[in-house]
């Protein structure tokens, strides 16, 4: 390591990400996504909002437990 650094054309914040922003991978069963990808297909949506609506409903489900 060297005794210094120059930090004098830095970009403060430069790699921050808001965490309500990072996406983390989810990783699906090949049948439960091909299953999930036509259904979103036929309504026009993307999958990430369908699978979203899907949590959702099931989180309702289990505050109700």
Not at 18 to 34: Q, R, S
């Amino acid at each position: 390591m060297k005794k210094e650094y120059d930090f004098s054309k830095a970009k403060q914040g430069k790699f921050y990400r808001a965490a309500d922003k990072l996406e983390l991978p989810v990783y699906l069963d090949k049948e439960v996504k091909e299953f999930f990808t036509r259904r979103a297909e036929e309504k026009n949506a993307r999958l990430d909002k369908v699978i979203n609506i899907i949590l959702r409903k099931e989180m309702e489900i289990l505050k109700k437990i």
